[in-house]
Structure formats: C-alpha cells, structure tokens
C-alpha cells in the first residue's frame, strides 16, 4: 500500500510547478483583465476627444461658410455690381477680401470669368476650367429667368 501511495502522489517538482501555476495564473489573468480595461478606456477616451474635436471644427467651418455667405450677400446687391460698374465692384470685393483672405470669382452664365480678386483689374480672365461649378451655376440662372 505504501508503494501505491508513493506511486500516486507528485515528486517535488510536480508539486513546485503547481504552486507556482496557482500563484502566477491568477495574476496574470487580473493583469490582463486590467490591460484589456485599460485599452477599452482609452479607446472610449480618444473616441470622445475625436468627436469632440471634429464637433468643434464643424461648428468653426460653419461660422465660416455663414459669414462668407453673408459677405456674397451683401456684394451681390452691390449698387455697383447691379448698374455694371465693374471697376467699383471690384474695389468692394478686394476690401471685402482684406477681412477674410479668401478669393472671389464672378463669372458670366456662359463660364466667361468676369471679375476674380485672383488678378489685377482690367487683365484678360480664363473661361470657367471648374465646369461642375458652372453647371449649377448655370441651371440656377436658368432657373430664375424661367420664373
């Protein structure tokens, strides 16, 4: 019976491997537990801070779309503009330009550039070279005759 006993039970080694499992087994899943949570907050964290962000932009893009519109709204009731004084609107859009920094371009319904801050006043100016622009362009002035 003896013998069966020594037979059955683990040398010390056996037994030393198990301990050590049973210490390091734990640890290392709670570290992992620990990493994966870590990871899962940081990702929530960054995808907060990015929308965050892209929310801000947003809302700085549209307050500069808003403020340009209203800059071309106001040109395009121009009193030089509507008795074709075109040396005096051109001298409005360049100060209009002096705030913003942007260009403007005004263009005839048949894609010949009439009037660009991107030149000096009075040089030959191209035909429209963005035709998807000139198309809507296009069917909008079309459009407003027709009614």
């Not at 013998?3 to 290392?28: D, F, N, Q, S």
């Amino acid at each position: 019976m003896k013998a069966l006993w020594e037979r059955l039970t683990l040398g010390i080694h056996a037994r030393l491997v198990i301990l050590v499992l049973a210490t390091v087994l734990p640890l290392v899943g709670l570290a992992s537990f620990a990493m994966i949570r870590t990871v899962d907050n940081e990702r929530v964290r960054i995808q907060r801070d990015v929308g965050e962000r892209v929310e801000n932009l947003l809302a700085a893009v549209d307050r500069q779309i808003a403020s340009i519109q209203a800059e071309l709204q106001v040109l395009a009731v121009s009193p030089s503009l509507q008795s074709g004084d075109f040396a005096g609107f051109d001298r409005q859009m360049r100060e209009a330009l002096k705030i913003r920094g942007t260009s403007i371009v005004l263009h005839h319904i048949k894609a010949q550039q009439l009037l660009s801050t991107n030149q000096p006043f009075g040089e030959p100016l191209p035909r429209a070279t963005n035709s998807e622009m000139h198309d809507r362009v296009s069917k909008r002035a079309s459009r407003r005759s027709q009614i």
